[in-house]
């Protein structure tokens, strides 16, 4: 099956500052990667999302590229403000199987 | 509210009750998953259904878990003779379409066993 790693585990950036977060996927047909933001107590919510035939995708301040070679995607988030402060699931999804998701990175955003 | 619901919110039992939970998928929404989620963890895929149909099941799933959707509407997951393992947030999510588009995500039932 489907195995995410993602990193860092934790992430602490000064209030302006770019974070990025990195995943890797075991399954070289999974087509979809979508990154959730989960408050404390609250539901992930998606963010932003690629799908496998595109390279990279902005949305504002967020942006993810995505290396089907490596088998890796990247979450950027620049201009960080303390509400970015959240933890962030990567996650691969192959068409008829389910999401897999890695196991997440708190960004602690310090004003 | 339209987006995904679930009921209870929170629900706390003894060890070796049953318990069962309740998820609303957005309307029109055809495919309802099931996810397990610890402290500090990333969701757990546990089963889904497309319409009244249970495609997929985790080997998470134990056989004291069960799930279904009769209707191909909202769904319900019960969980028999309770662990304190199975301690955790189940969160629900729905999607539209198959092959990997958006799903999201309801508030979850928090479980605990004591």
């Known amino acids: 099956g489907e195995n995410v790693e993602q990193h860092p585990s934790t992430l602490s950036v000064q209030e302006g500052d770019s974070a990025v977060i990195k995943c890797t996927y075991s399954?070289?047909?999974?087509?979809?990667f979508p990154w959730y933001k989960q408050e404390l107590g609250k539901r992930p919510q998606l963010i932003i999302d690629?799908?496998?035939?595109?390279g990279e995708k902005k949305d504002q301040r967020i942006a993810v590229t995505l290396n089907k070679t490596a088998k890796h995607f990247s979450l950027h988030i620049t201009e960080t403000q303390p509400e970015d402060s959240a933890v962030y699931f990567c996650?691969?999804?192959?068409?008829?199987?389910?999401?897999?998701f890695g196991g997440g990175t708190r960004l602690m955003v310090k004003p | 509210d339209t987006g995904v619901s679930q009921n209870p919110r929170h629900k706390i039992t003894k060890r070796g009750q049953n318990v069962t939970f309740r998820c609303d998928p957005i309307s029109e929404h055809n495919r309802l998953y099931w996810y397990r989620q610890t402290l500090g963890q990333g969701p757990e895929f546990l089963t889904y259904?497309?319409?009244?149909?249970?495609?997929?099941k985790s080997r998470l799933l134990s056989d004291r878990f069960s799930a279904e959707r009769p209707k191909g509407s909202f769904s319900t997951l019960e969980i028999q003779r309770t662990e304190q393992g199975d301690s955790a947030m189940y969160l629900c999510?729905?999607?539209?379409?198959?092959?990997?588009?958006?799903?999201?995500f309801g508030p979850g039932t928090r479980l605990t066993v004591l």
């Open positions: 996650a691969a999804f192959r068409a008829g199987n389910m999401l897999t």
């Open positions: 690629i799908r496998s035939n595109v």
């Open positions: 999510a729905s999607s539209l379409l198959a092959g990997g588009n958006e799903q999201f």
């Open positions: 259904f497309q319409n009244e149909a249970q495609l997929e």
């Open positions: 399954d070289s047909a999974s087509n979809y």
